[in-house]
């Protein structure tokens, strides 16, 4: 069994192997709970270690949520509510400048660089992943509240993505346009590693010689910051 889980702190997330000599991955956020489902090949049996690719993930995940506070919301989706005249009068006293949702700044730090000295935790193992807010931190707690819109505040997720995954074709991993779901460019970036096994087992000479895997993992990365 692996266990993934892309959360701001409020989530839960499994990941499962199924079939034989197929892989297949869950990963579900909530409270909106949605969730990215992928299937692989039997190939995915060939990789022992996620870390390297869960690295990667980590990677896309921060730069997608830098854009989604940046934009207030609206590269993934509808844009944040505004403010109350009242709390805007008094956050443009004592905090001018910030965006809505970024007060000290907390919860933008840990979704968008994690580690030490945040409340962001990325958590990483050879068949897991846990990366978002730390649980049981103040932080979470905020997070949380902004998700559900709880009390009198509008709901303002801190956390937003589209989950459709898209599977090209192997010579056009890292060719997708602009704009793509964080589903399908998560997706893209396993695939990537599934292609890298596949030559590390020397399956055949033509797949040897047509795919490289670390040109199709720039590609890859190349979309952090795009994805909706």
Do not use: C
Not at 18 to 24: D, F, M, P, Q, W
Not at 57 to 82: A, I, P, Q, Y
Not at 134 to 163: C, I, Q, W
Request: aromatic content about 8%; proline content about 5%.
């Amino acid at each position: 069994m692996a266990g993934l889980s892309l959360s701001p702190g409020m989530s839960s997330a499994r990941g499962r192997l199924g079939g034989r000599g197929a892989a297949g991955f869950v990963l579900e956020m909530e409270p909106d709970a949605r969730d990215i489902q992928m299937g692989f090949s039997r190939w995915a049996s060939k990789v022992d270690n996620w870390g390297p690719a869960f690295k990667d993930v980590v990677e896309l995940f921060h730069k997608h949520e830098k854009r989604h506070f940046r934009t207030s919301g609206r590269s993934t989706g509808k844009k944040f509510e505004k403010l109350s005249k009242k709390y805007k009068a008094w956050k443009s006293k004592h905090y001018p400048g910030r965006q809505i949702l970024v007060l000290r700044g907390a919860l933008r730090s840990a979704l968008i660089h994690g580690g030490s000295g945040t409340d962001g935790i990325a958590k990483i193992t050879r068949d897991s992943l846990v990366v978002g807010v730390r649980p049981g931190t103040k932080t979470a707690v905020y997070a949380r509240a902004h998700s559900l819109g709880e009390g009198f505040m509008p709901k303002r997720p801190p956390v937003r993505f589209d989950p459709t995954v898209h599977t090209p074709a192997l010579n056009q991993v890292g060719h997708i346009g602009a704009k793509i779901p964080l589903g399908s460019a998560i997706a893209q970036i396993f695939q990537v590693y599934i292609v890298k096994a596949r030559k590390d087992a020397h399956a055949d000479k033509l797949f040897a010689d047509r795919y490289d895997w670390r040109k199709m993992r720039r590609g890859v990365m190349r979309l952090g910051g795009k994805t909706k």
